[in-house]
Every structure is written in C-alpha cells, then in structure tokens.
C-alpha cells in the first residue's frame, strides 16, 4: 500500500489549475459533469468505475438523470491525497478526450460532457 501523501492547501490549489471545473470542498476533490442524458450518464459513470478499479481507488459517485458527481478524498486519512489528486486528473483527461482534429475518428456531434 502506498503512504498517503497529504496535500496542503497550496498544493491542492496547484492541482485545482490543472482540473477546470474542479473544486475542492470539505476535505474533498469534487467535479459534477453534466451529460446529454441517461444513457451519457451510464457510460461516463462506467468509464469511471473502470478507472478507479484500475487505479484501486475509489470516489464517491452521485449519478442523476444528466450528471454525475465525483467526489474523492483518502477515506483512511479523510484528507485529499496524491492518490486522489492523481485518480482526478486520470478521470478528467479520460472524460474529455475527444479526438483531434487530424483523427480519422469524428467524434461525438453533440456536446459530451459539461
């Protein structure tokens, strides 16, 4: 198991520059990410759980119609951990990959995640 590296509110406020929409809020990392609708919702929550399974750590999920809440912190020190500020940054550069536009690949058309 690794240590669990406490971040100070500076280094908390380092992370925050790199996770646009994230904040951080009674001891946790938080981001809610709206969706087109349901079935949006599903597979975001899925890709989600997939991560953090394969990471071995686990947020907290609120999941609504449109959206899902992510809430992270290291329940063992009940703090905000290299740990979750690692897992976050996985998430959120995995929730707003999007193909360039040099990809075969287009793309979702509609606005994937807010």
Not at 5 to 12: A, G, H, S
Not at 65 to 82: D, G, L, P
Request: hydrophobic content about 40%; aromatic content about 8%.
């Amino acid at each position: 198991m690794a240590d669990d590296v406490i971040l100070t509110e500076n280094e908390i406020a380092e992370t925050l520059k790199e996770l646009p929409g994230w904040e951080a809020r009674d001891g946790w990392l938080r981001r809610k990410y709206k969706t087109p609708g349901w079935a949006h919702t599903m597979m975001l929550t899925n890709m989600i759980g997939y991560v953090a399974e394969a990471a071995n750590h686990h947020p907290d999920l609120e999941i609504g119609y449109a959206q899902v809440i992510f809430k992270i912190q290291t329940h063992r020190v009940r703090a905000i951990t290299e740990s979750d500020a690692a897992l976050a940054k996985k998430i959120h550069e995995a929730v707003t990959w999007l193909p360039s536009e040099e990809s075969p690949l287009s793309g979702y058309p509609k606005k994937w995640i807010e």
